[in-house]
Structure formats: structure tokens, C-alpha cells
């Protein structure tokens, strides 16, 4: 019932073509080190601006210049990106261009409450995290998260996973972190989105090779092959900026979100849907100081409370757009009220729990928060899958959101952005080691063959737990023939929550670790 159900999702689908993978021979390019012409300063009019930290070369507005690479999207994923290849000894005399259309807002000036966007940081992305130098700020205003309990409203089925049962699986091997570099203290921690970006952006201001355009707005790239049967060639592409300035590049990646221009130049289409939910956003204060991601699946949505610090947390409420707009528009005392009958009402089906007996006390169920009040008001946004059919075309990449976007009840969006970076920054490390052309398509599909393969799984697992939980009738409504796959559902459930083992390798692969090794091999000089 479930599969017949996602199948028949309406996809919402650009055109569409086949592609093959044709591993041309690619031209070896040594990364120029010329460096970039420095010019007088042009005229306010002009308003493209290099801006380069701690280097003894003052670079200034150009007409036209070169680089290695260009990064179009300033966000939290193209900047990490910018200061991943720049804090590898590969790209020590390379010239990274980093292009954003508005600056963050600075450190200085976030305020005391936390922000409402929020995101989810796993161990593997903390890793990453401390080897570009920047997660000692970001861990002093983050909330750590030690335990995670899933439950439904359907069943009285749970899944507990807890800090002093699972870490010890978890700790540093000769494929994973070093134990005095990154402590794992915590399944994760949860950190807001606009300190991510401030933090990132002044630390990519402090790599001399990092050349950030802000404000900028790309117009066009020049010199684009659109189909893959084109090849390789040694000719670098033009990338054209709104003010009539140019760059020259090697390679251009493509982090502009959803919405991505590059992609869209590159000629690569993308497919996905609407989930028909709107997600409902906001930070609480709780009666008690919270360690705990709690995760309920409601009849139309997951909710999720995430701990920040003190007795705050960040809510993620996925419903219909008729009730986000109803939540949204509700006064505090009604909005407070919905959210803790969402939480602590009683599961309306007894469900048998077979394997209660054999439960540890780790395992048990514990009665979730109750929520006291807002610290914000609460707002909305639409959710929707969207997938790239391609991550690399000649001389392109795409990285995070402008090839993926997923659902966001497993806190999964940052982290895959993430491991795209990890996955394209060692690539390109050992593009740069052996001679190659870090443009060439032979190069950039190995990026998309591991990163394609691992988004893909993982859009399969987040579909898969979304739509077995969901259900389109009203809460107490479902009709006898729902009541086996409910009592199935909340069994094997309480199956998985006596399983140590299985529960393990749960963990691990929600934390990333299948990108430890790739971030010890890139950054093993760091960490």
C-alpha cells in the first residue's frame, strides 16, 4: 500500500533526456599561479568588489580576471566549500572566487535569541566543521542533543536511541575522527542557520586565496558544453556578472539553491514533487532543560523539538498548509495549546509491544516536554523533494540544494550539503595531486557517482519513513483496514528499539558515517 502510494505521486518534471557516462580523456591543466592583475580602484559605479583577507597583494575591481575556481552561492554550503579547498595544501596557490548576492548578517550584529532557522549537525559534519577552524564558535551557542526518541500517535510503538547505549560504537577508529579532536558528546547538536553563515563567511574572509564578490549577480557562463557527449575540453568558462565583469574559471560550481541558475545554464534538469505540507517553525521554552531531539508522528505530519540551550528549544511542525496557516495565525495561548496536545495526548491505539519485557531502561519510553511559551512567532514554509539528474557536467558542479532538496524530518538537508563538500573537496585534492584537469568531466563524475548514489539512498529512507507514517485521514478517524498496517508498524518498531545492533547501525548511518573516512583522508592534516 505504501509503495503504490509513493508511485503514484505526480512528479513534477522538467524535460527530461537520457545521458550516458562517457569517461572522456581529460587534459591535464596545472592550477595556475599567476597571481590575479591588481588595477586601480574603479569608480563607485562599478560594483564589483574582491575582497582579500591577510595577503600582502591587495587585489582590486577588474574587468575581467581568472581563477581556479568559482563558487556561485554564498550560503552555508558554497562557503564551506570555499574554505574546504582552501584549508587543503592542494589549493595553497589556487584562486577560489566565492560569488553571493547579499552578505550575512555579521556576528556583531545576530541577536540574543536564538534564531528560528535551525539546523541538525551530525558528528561527521562537526568533524568537518573543526577541520576548516570554525566549530569551537559555533559549539559555545549550540544546543547538544544526547538522546533521540521517536513515537507515534497511532501506536504506542517507540524508538529510543540513547547517548550512553549507542556512543561507544560510535567512538574514533583509524577510519574516524581522532578522539582529542572532535568530542563526540552528543548524537548531534543543533545549530542556528545564521550564525552557521556569519561564522563560515568570516572565516572564508581569512584565507588569502578566497576572493569573496558581495554583492554580485551572475548573468550568464559562456563556453557551457550542454551535452556530456561533448567531451573535455582544455578552454575554461566565462562566467559573466550582471555589472559587466567576467571571470574566467576552470571550474564552476553550482550552490545557489533550489532555484539554482547554474543548473539551469548547465542545461541540467531536475524532477521531484510537493509534499502538500507546509513546515511550521519556531523556538520554545520548555518546563526543563532539554538533551533530547524528540520526533512524534502525527496523522498529518512529524513533529519534531529540538533542544537549543537552557530551556530553549526549535520546533519543526510538517502539516498541511491549511492547518500551518491556521497555527501560524493562532494567538500564543492557542499555538502553546495545539503543540502540547500534539505532544503529550495519549496514543489512541493500544498497540501490543511484544518486546516490552526485554527493553533496557536506556530503551524506555519518556514522557516528552510540555511547552510553556514562544520566544518568536512562529512561521511557515513549503516542503518539496527536488533531485538533480546530473551533479557534473563539463566543468560544472553542483553541490548541496541546487542538487538536492529532501524533506527535513531526519534534520538531513545541512549534512548532505556537507558531504557533497567533503566528497568534491577531496576529489578535486586528488585531482590536483595526479596532474589532472579538476574540470574534467572524468574527474567531476567520480564526485557525482559517490555523492548521487548516497543523496539517492537517503531520499528513499526519508520517503519511505515518511509515507509509512502518514496517513490522509483525521486523527481517530482511520478505518478498521488501517488497524493492521498500524499494529504491524508500531511492532516492528518496538522490534527495532530491543535490537542493539540494528539500533547502531541506525545511528551511524544518520551521523555520517560514511563520509568519515573521505574527511580523514582530505583533512587528516587538520584533525
Same mark, same amino acid.
Given at each position: 500500500k505504501m509503495l503504490r502510494r509513493v508511485l503514484q505521486r505526480p512528479l513534477t518534471l522538467s524535460a527530461r533526456k537520457s545521458w550516458r557516462l562517457p569517461f572522456s580523456s581529460a587534459t591535464p591543466l596545472q592550477p595556475t599561479t599567476l597571481p590575479l592583475p591588481t588595477v586601480e580602484i574603479a569608480p563607485p559605479a562599478a560594483p564589483l568588489s574582491l575582497q582579500v583577507k591577510s595577503t600582502s597583494t591587495p587585489l582590486s575591481v577588474v574587468s575581467h580576471t581568472e581563477a581556479d575556481v568559482v563558487i556561485v552561492g554564498g550560503g552555508m554550503v558554497g562557503t564551506a566549500l570555499a574554505c574546504a579547498l582552501a584549508s587543503s595544501p592542494m589549493f595553497s596557490a589556487s584562486k577560489i572566487v566565492l560569488l553571493e548576492q547579499r552578505p550575512p548578517t555579521s556576528l556583531s550584529e545576530l541577536p540574543t535569541l536564538p534564531d528560528s532557522r535551525v539546523v541538525a549537525v551530525t558528528p561527521t559534519?562537526?568533524?568537518?566543521?573543526?577541520? /576548516?577552524?570554525?566549530?569551537?564558535?559555533?559549539?559555545?551557542?549550540?544546543?547538544?542533543?544526547? *538522546?533521540?526518541? #521517536?513515537?507515534?500517535? $497511532?501506536?504506542?510503538?517507540?524508538?529510543?536511541f540513547d547517548m550512553s547505549a549507542e556512543l561507544d560504537c560510535l567512538r574514533p577508529s583509524p577510519l574516524s575522527?581522532?578522539?582529542?579532536?572532535?568530542?563526540?558528546?552528543? +548524537?548531534?547538536?543543533?545549530?542556528?542557520?545564521?550564525?552557521?553563515?556569519?561564522? !563560515?563567511? $568570516?572565516?572564508?574572509?581569512?584565507?588569502?586565496?578566497?576572493?569573496?564578490?558581495?554583492?554580485?549577480?551572475?548573468?550568464?557562463? $559562456?563556453?557551457?558544453?550542454?551535452?556530456?557527449? *561533448?567531451?573535455?575540453?582544455? !578552454?575554461?568558462?566565462?562566467?559573466?556578472?550582471?555589472?559587466?565583469?567576467? /571571470?574566467?574559471a576552470r571550474l564552476v560550481i553550482g550552490s545557489d539553491g533550489a532555484m539554482s541558475q547554474v543548473r539551469t545554464l548547465a542545461d541540467i534538469f531536475s524532477w521531484g514533487w510537493t509534499y502538500e505540507h507546509h513546515a511550521v517553525v519556531a523556538n520554545v521554552r520548555l518546563d526543563r532543560h532539554n538533551t533530547t531531539a524528540w520526533q512524534r508522528f502525527l496523522p498529518t505530519g512529524p513533529l519534531a523539538v529540538?533542544?537549543?540551550?537552557?530551556d530553549m528549544s526549535s520546533i519543526v511542525w510538517s502539516t498541511s498548509p491549511l492547518e500551518a496557516q491556521r497555527l501560524v495565525k493562532s494567538t500564543e495561548t492557542e499555538f502553546i495549546s495545539h503543540l502540547n496536545d500534539a505532544l503529550l495526548t495519549r496514543s489512541l491505539h493500544e498497540t501490543p509491544s511484544f518486546w516490552t519485557s526485554t527493553s533496557s531502561p536506556a530503551d524506555q519510553f519518556v514522557d516528552p516536554p510540555y511547552v510553556l511559551g +514562544?520566544?518568536?512567532?512562529?512561521?511557515? %514554509?513549503?516542503?518539496? +523533494?527536488?533531485?538533480?539528474?546530473?551533479?557534473?557536467?563539463?566543468?560544472?558542479?553542483?553541490?548541496? *540544494?541546487?542538487?538536492h532538496t529532501v524533506h527535513p524530518l531526519a534534520g538531513q538537508?545541512?549534512?548532505?550539503?556537507?558531504?557533497? #563538500?567533503?566528497?568534491?573537496?577531496?576529489?578535486?585534492?586528488?585531482?590536483?595531486?595526479?596532474?589532472?584537469?579538476?574540470?574534467?568531466? %572524468?574527474?567531476?563524475?567520480?564526485? $557525482?557517482?559517490?555523492?548521487?548514489?548516497?543523496?539517492?539512498?537517503?531520499?528513499?529512507?526519508?520517503?519511505?519513513?515518511?509515507?509509512?507514517?502518514?496517513?490522509?485521514?483525521?486523527?481517530?478517524?482511520?478505518? #478498521?483496514? *488501517?488497524?493492521?498496517?498500524?499494529?504491524?508498524?508500531?511492532?516492528?518498531?518496538?522490534?527495532?528499539?530491543?535490537?542493539?545492533?540494528?539500533?547502531?547501525e541506525i545511528v551511524k548511518y544518520a551521523m555520517g558515517d560514511g563520509q568519515l573516512n573521505k574527511l580523514k583522508q582530505t583533512f587528516g592534516g587538520l584533525l
Amino acid at each position: 500500500k505504501m509503495l503504490r502510494r509513493v508511485l503514484q505521486r505526480p512528479l513534477t518534471l522538467s524535460a527530461r533526456k537520457s545521458w550516458r557516462l562517457p569517461f572522456s580523456s581529460a587534459t591535464p591543466l596545472q592550477p595556475t599561479t599567476l597571481p590575479l592583475p591588481t588595477v586601480e580602484i574603479a569608480p563607485p559605479a562599478a560594483p564589483l568588489s574582491l575582497q582579500v583577507k591577510s595577503t600582502s597583494t591587495p587585489l582590486s575591481v577588474v574587468s575581467h580576471t581568472e581563477a581556479d575556481v568559482v563558487i556561485v552561492g554564498g550560503g552555508m554550503v558554497g562557503t564551506a566549500l570555499a574554505c574546504a579547498l582552501a584549508s587543503s595544501p592542494m589549493f595553497s596557490a589556487s584562486k577560489i572566487v566565492l560569488l553571493e548576492q547579499r552578505p550575512p548578517t555579521s556576528l556583531s550584529e545576530l541577536p540574543t535569541l536564538p534564531d528560528s532557522r535551525v539546523v541538525a549537525v551530525t558528528p561527521t559534519t562537526i568533524g568537518f566543521l573543526q577541520a /576548516i577552524g570554525v566549530w569551537d564558535q559555533l559549539k559555545a551557542r549550540s544546543g547538544v542533543f544526547r *538522546d533521540m526518541q #521517536v513515537w507515534e500517535t $497511532e501506536g504506542t510503538g517507540h524508538l529510543r536511541f540513547d547517548m550512553s547505549a549507542e556512543l561507544d560504537c560510535l567512538r574514533p577508529s583509524p577510519l574516524s575522527f581522532a578522539p582529542a579532536c572532535v568530542d563526540l558528546d552528543g +548524537l548531534g547538536h543543533i545549530v542556528e542557520n545564521r550564525r552557521l553563515q556569519a561564522v !563560515l563567511f $568570516e572565516r572564508a574572509k581569512q584565507f588569502p586565496q578566497v576572493n569573496i564578490v558581495c554583492p554580485s549577480q551572475l548573468d550568464t557562463i $559562456e563556453g557551457l558544453k550542454k551535452d556530456i557527449q *561533448d567531451g573535455d575540453t582544455p !578552454l575554461p568558462l566565462l562566467v559573466k556578472l550582471k555589472d559587466g565583469h567576467a /571571470i574566467s574559471a576552470r571550474l564552476v560550481i553550482g550552490s545557489d539553491g533550489a532555484m539554482s541558475q547554474v543548473r539551469t545554464l548547465a542545461d541540467i534538469f531536475s524532477w521531484g514533487w510537493t509534499y502538500e505540507h507546509h513546515a511550521v517553525v519556531a523556538n520554545v521554552r520548555l518546563d526543563r532543560h532539554n538533551t533530547t531531539a524528540w520526533q512524534r508522528f502525527l496523522p498529518t505530519g512529524p513533529l519534531a523539538v529540538l533542544p537549543l540551550w537552557d530551556d530553549m528549544s526549535s520546533i519543526v511542525w510538517s502539516t498541511s498548509p491549511l492547518e500551518a496557516q491556521r497555527l501560524v495565525k493562532s494567538t500564543e495561548t492557542e499555538f502553546i495549546s495545539h503543540l502540547n496536545d500534539a505532544l503529550l495526548t495519549r496514543s489512541l491505539h493500544e498497540t501490543p509491544s511484544f518486546w516490552t519485557s526485554t527493553s533496557s531502561p536506556a530503551d524506555q519510553f519518556v514522557d516528552p516536554p510540555y511547552v510553556l511559551g +514562544l520566544t518568536n512567532k512562529p512561521w511557515s %514554509h513549503p516542503l518539496k +523533494l527536488q533531485h538533480a539528474d546530473r551533479y557534473a557536467s563539463h566543468r560544472v558542479a553542483l553541490i548541496g *540544494d541546487a542538487a538536492h532538496t529532501v524533506h527535513p524530518l531526519a534534520g538531513q538537508g545541512l549534512n548532505l550539503g556537507i558531504g557533497d #563538500v567533503i566528497s568534491l573537496a577531496e576529489t578535486l585534492h586528488t585531482a590536483v595531486a595526479t596532474g589532472a584537469d579538476i574540470g574534467s568531466l %572524468h574527474v567531476l563524475q567520480q564526485f $557525482e557517482n559517490d555523492r548521487k548514489s548516497a543523496n539517492i539512498a537517503m531520499i528513499a529512507v526519508l520517503n519511505f519513513i515518511k509515507y509509512s507514517f502518514s496517513s490522509s485521514a483525521p486523527a481517530g478517524s482511520q478505518s #478498521v483496514l *488501517d488497524l493492521p498496517w498500524i499494529t504491524s508498524r508500531n511492532a516492528v518498531v518496538s522490534m527495532i528499539n530491543n535490537l542493539p545492533r540494528i539500533k547502531r547501525e541506525i545511528v551511524k548511518y544518520a551521523m555520517g558515517d560514511g563520509q568519515l573516512n573521505k574527511l580523514k583522508q582530505t583533512f587528516g592534516g587538520l584533525l
